[in-house]
């Protein structure tokens, strides 16, 4: 799937991908996903099958390569990165489109972006589903640099750090630009406070996979948030989360849920 097209966001271009409902709603309902680090829209959603799973349940889809990742342009300098920069991306992509409210739906990475767009764009959301992301969106996932500096490595073979190697070894498998990737993780990481989460005013679900240390416990995160859901994915580490059933079946039910209470 080539992309649908490009947009610009504070000086970037960025490239989106957009299907339509299969089916034919009287108010079609976009849902906007935000993919992780080192992947991409394809990796994330597209061949995981969501852009199938969620147009056949009769919702517009819209996904789009962040800045240093997939299509997108990719700046080597890290203050071109950083959540609360790239949540303006979204917005951005919003705007292009001239889309009103969307429902937002961001994994890993791409949960702590949406944190950023809840805060500073909350007018163009409907709900928003932090996925791959638990606690540790607000604790932190520790020290960056190793997996920078694995990134920036001559080859994978020379990084030591079994960690800091998935890392490496998932951007080759997703054929990024190592220079882009090592720039956005080490960007300023401002932090998302249990306090601006006590400030969501829409709908949320946070979805994580039950062995998944990345990301921290969902239900802590979950009870940070004002009414938010819990979605436990079983069995499911970081990666084996994305695509799993019982996340999709999960979302659509949380999606419809909404739509009913209108």
């Known amino acids: 799937m080539e992309p649908t097209g490009f947009f610009q966001s504070d000086g970037f271009d960025l490239a989106y991908f957009q299907q339509l409902a299969s089916s034919e709603p009287e108010n079609k309902e976009t849902v906007l996903l935000v993919h992780g680090f080192a992947s991409n829209s394809h990796m ?46 979204v917005n951005e992509l919003c705007k292009h489109l001239k889309l009103d409210k969307v429902h937002l739906m961001g994994y890993s990475m791409g949960a702590r972006i949406s944190a950023f767009v809840t805060m500073q764009h909350p007018s163009i959301l409907r709900s928003v589903t932090f996925a791959g992301m638990g606690y540790n969106m607000v604790r932190g996932i520790g020290n960056p640099e ?14 030591k750090n079994p960690a800091a190697k998935n890392f490496r070894d998932f951007a080759e498998q997703t054929k990024s630009d190592l220079k882009a990737l090592a720039a956005c993780i ?14 969501i005013k829409v709908p949320a679900l946070v979805a994580v996979g039950t062995t998944d240390v990345i990301a921290g416990k969902g239900d802590k995160l979950a009870e940070l948030i004002p009414g938010a859901q819990h979605l436990p994915i079983p069995d499911r580490d970081h990666m084996r989360a994305v695509g799993d059933q019982v996340y999709k079946d999960g979302v659509i039910n949380f999606l419809k849920s909404l739509s009913n209470d209108r």
């Open 44 to 89: 994330n959603w597209i061949d995981r099958g969501w852009f199938t799973c969620l147009t056949d349940a009769g919702y517009n889809v819209v996904s789009f390569d962040n800045r240093g990742h997939g299509s997108s342009e990719k700046p080597h300098d890290m203050e071109s990165y950083g959540s609360h920069l790239m949540a303006g991306d």
């Open 146 to 159: 190793p997996i920078a500096r694995a990134l920036e490595a001559e080859k994978a073979s020379d990084v």
């Open 186 to 199: 080490r960007s300023t990481r401002v932090p998302v406070t249990a306090g601006s989460l006590a400030e």
